[in-house]
């Protein structure tokens, strides 16, 4: 299983980006889908989630401006970055955990996609 990552790049404080992952190799609907971050120094966090039935759930750090979604005809997940803030500067990183029953918990990441927001 392997997962694509890309959509990274430099943006303006205020600015948007949408980031995208692409499984390949599986069935992407048994998948969870997550959204990392991690700051340079720092402790990789949890930014976004979505069931494999399609259920976001959001820290209170990005609530309103970040919005997780998925496409399962495309095998895609994406993360649609708002109002962007110096803050919001990192690596981030998608992340699919498997739901079915015989590979539950099995756990993927991708390759991580630099976001830089300048002030």
């Known amino acids: 299983v392997q997962l694509q990552a890309s959509g990274g790049g430099l943006v303006q404080a205020g600015g948007s980006l949408r980031l995208s992952c692409t499984v390949i190799g599986s069935i992407f609907t048994i998948y969870d889908m997550a959204w990392y971050q991690q700051a340079p120094g720092k402790q990789r966090e949890l930014v976004a989630t979505?069931?494999?039935?399609?259920?976001?759930k959001y820290p209170n750090s990005v609530w309103g401006r970040f919005t997780i979604s998925r496409d399962n005809a495309k095998n895609t997940v994406y993360l649609q970055m708002d109002s962007l803030k110096p803050e919001d500067t990192a690596t981030y990183y998608c992340?699919?955990?498997?739901?079915?029953?015989?590979?539950?918990?099995?756990?993927?990441w991708g390759q991580g996609t630099l976001v830089t927001v300048s002030s």
């Open positions: 992340n699919a955990v498997s739901r079915q029953y015989k590979t539950w918990g099995d756990n993927y």
């Open positions: 979505i069931t494999h039935d399609s259920t976001p």
